[in-house]
């Protein structure tokens, strides 16, 4: 299993990214997956996951309105849109995804497998 986060870089406050997560090793259309973010100095803290095959979305109430994630399942990528973006957002954002299939996702720590990161900076 492999998971590669791309996308990231430093953006204006009001800009906007796209992140990737490309998986690899795994059929990703069946798994959840999410989106975290640790800043410096913080916890790591969910942000958005999506549910196996098309299922639905959960979004961290700081980024609700803000961020869209989604799925391509025939590229096995998920995305992390991310608009109206803000210096609070700055962390380095990480997607993870579970060992068992077809489980409902969460924003609590309890991914199995992990990326290795990208950096998000909102800075004038």
């Known amino acids: 299993v492999q998971l590669v986060e791309s996308g990231g870089g430093l953006v204006q406050p009001g800009g906007s990214l796209r992140l990737s997560c490309a998986a690899s090793?795994?059929?990703?259309?069946?798994?959840?997956i999410g989106w975290f973010r640790q800043a410096p100095g913080k916890e790591r803290e969910g942000v958005s996951c999506?549910?196996?095959?098309?299922?639905?979305?959960i979004y961290a109430d700081s980024v609700k309105g803000r961020f869209t994630i989604s799925r391509d399942n025939g590229k096995s990528t998920v995305y992390l849109q991310m608009n109206s973006l803000k210096p609070e957002d700055t962390a380095v954002y990480f997607c993870?995804?579970?060992?068992?299939?077809?489980?409902?996702?969460?924003?609590?720590?309890?991914?199995?497998?992990w990326g290795q990161g990208t950096q998000v900076t909102v800075s004038s």
């Open positions: 993870a995804t579970r060992r068992v299939p077809w489980r409902s996702c969460g924003l609590r720590d309890e991914y199995d497998y």
């Open positions: 999506i549910n196996p095959s098309a299922g639905g979305t």
């Open positions: 090793g795994f059929t990703p259309s069946y798994y959840a």
